[in-house]
């Protein structure tokens, strides 16, 4: 198994506050991607980064952002956390197109 | 534009029989790979197959099989003698030949399969 560990794996928060969520990665690979997966929509891809502080938006990336200081970790925060967020955040690394690897999933509660 | 489409929202069967899933992808890019996911009740993705654009080959792994046809732009599933415990949701994912770009998922089906 690729090493990705996703924290926290579950979290209840309530609207308004901030919530990070880490990706950590011990394969050193260059890409890291956040998706959110939510019921009728599958996974849709949140926010990536082609290597430490090179970041680009996905396709729903409003009330996110990233930050990626170490080649290791990918952070997504949500400055101000919303009901519309309830979800379940699931971090990937890749080196190459051939293969991606998935990290286990966060599940996020905004009430 | 880079799209996939699973019709079928959900699908029930009863154990032993055969069920397939259909995957339809666009993309204009000649270099492309397709993947399938399985996510049982636990939530986490568990891999099954990836397929690039250049191997048309269809693979069989046990009770499961991939058909993979360019000129109809499909990739489907077939589970042969369901089993409960195929009970998830499938997912398919294109993703383009270049390395660094992110899978574009389908909206998946869930598979419930009774005894």
């Known amino acids: 198994d690729a090493g990705i560990t996703q924290s926290p794996r579950h979290k209840v928060t309530e609207t308004g506050t901030p919530v990070t969520l880490r990706c950590h990665q011990t394969e050193n690979h260059r890409y890291m991607y956040w998706y959110r997966q939510d019921p009728g929509h599958g996974l849709r891809l949140i926010h990536y980064s082609y290597g430490v502080k090179d970041t680009d938006k996905g396709e729903v990336s409003d009330g996110y952002s990233v930050s990626r200081s170490k080649t290791e970790d990918f952070l997504l925060t949500l400055e101000s956390a919303t009901s519309s967020q309830t979800s379940v955040y699931f971090c990937?690394?890749?080196?190459?197109?051939?293969?991606?690897?998935f990290g286990e999933g966060s599940w996020l509660t905004v009430v | 534009a880079q799209k996939v489409t699973q019709a079928q929202t959900e699908i029930s069967v009863v154990e032993k029989e055969d069920v397939t899933l259909d995957c339809v992808y666009e993309t204009r890019d000649t270099t492309y790979y397709l993947f399938w996911y399985k996510q049982p009740p636990s939530g986490e993705l568990v891999f099954l197959i990836r397929?690039?654009?250049?191997?048309?080959q269809n693979e069989i792994s046990g009770r499961y099989s991939w058909n993979f046809q360019k000129s109809t732009s499909s990739f489907n599933f077939t589970i042969t003698a369901s089993q409960v415990v195929d009970s998830a949701v499938y997912f398919c994912?294109?993703?383009?030949?270049?390395?660094?770009?992110?899978?574009?998922f389908g909206k998946g089906t869930t598979l419930s399969v009774s005894s």
């Open positions: 397929r690039n654009s250049f191997d048309e």
């Open positions: 994912a294109l993703r383009r030949g270049q390395a660094g770009t992110a899978l574009i």
């Open positions: 990937a690394i890749s080196q190459d197109p051939n293969t991606i690897y």
